[in-house]
């Protein structure tokens, strides 16, 4: 007998925005366990906004729950544990290696005021350095190494924090192409596990569907469709982004035709 997945993530009338000028409307949707959901929509249109809201960095009307807890409220190190966000392009500003960052990422599971990382927590980060490629490179500080490997290091790090749920503002936007789809596949691999799930924010739309098994288009602040990424339609693309997206993609790829 079947079960039903998980409800990890659940917004509810979500309204958000800055200065007492709302950008988000009344957003509802649902993550589940195993979910791998990528909201889709133009510039301002609310994207990076809902992102912050949910991780508890935007006040927001509605409601917000992951797994179950009420975001508004929550302690910062027990919703770091439930939700962690990899926003784009982080910065390293200081000498710190590639080790000892992906650690930080256990300090949401730390115990004491000194945030002490026990030897469980320090396996967690080593083993994150191994799934993505990064054992070898351990030692080396991060401010030497190039955007690709910085952006698998602050991935690690993420993956370190064990949260529920991982909320992606746009990770790749500085990546080649290789690096891209790298991290993608690994984010694939870590949604499998369970009681894991994955919301992302991207513009390049074939990378998103590339990850993303479910959609969330967005305009002017609002939800105009959420659907399985294989029912999307041309049409929806052109009117979220006001443009005909499915022929340009096409000439793109036309370039390539023997």
């Known amino acids: 007998m079947e079960t039903q997945a998980k409800t990890l993530l659940r917004l509810q009338d979500v309204c958000c925005g800055y200065g007492g000028a709302e950008v988000v409307h009344k957003v509802s949707f649902s993550v589940a366990e195993g979910e791998k959901l990528c909201i889709l929509g133009a510039n301002g249109c609310g994207k990076t906004t809902l992102l912050r809201a949910i991780c508890g960095l935007l006040a927001y009307t509605g409601s917000i729950t992951a ?80 955007g690709g490997q910085l952006q698998r290091v602050f991935l690690a790090r993420t993956f370190a924090q064990d949260p529920a749920v991982i909320l992606l503002d746009e990770p790749t936007s500085h990546l080649d192409l290789k690096y891209q789809l790298e991290l993608v596949d690994l984010l694939r691999d870590w949604a499998a596990r369970p009681g894991r799930a994955v919301v992302g924010v991207l513009h390049d739309i074939s990378l998103a569907l590339r990850l993303a098994d479910t959609l969330v288009l967005m305009k002017e602040g609002r939800v105009l469709d959420h659907l399985p990424a294989g029912r999307l339609q041309p049409t929806q693309l052109q009117a979220v982004y006001g443009v005909d997206v499915a022929s340009y993609m096409r000439q793109a790829l036309g370039y390539f035709s023997p």
């Open 67 to 146: 797994q179950g807890t009420e975001v508004r409220g929550t302690r910062r190190r027990a919703l770091a544990r439930k939700i962690a966000l990899m926003s784009q392009g982080a910065a390293a500003d200081f000498d710190y290696t590639v080790y000892d960052t992906v650690l930080m990422g256990r300090y949401a599971h730390s115990r004491g005021l000194l945030g002490d990382i026990d030897a469980a927590g320090r396996d967690a980060a080593a083993d994150c350095l191994r799934r993505c490629g990064l054992w070898e490179l351990r030692d080396r500080l991060v401010t030497r190494l190039s």
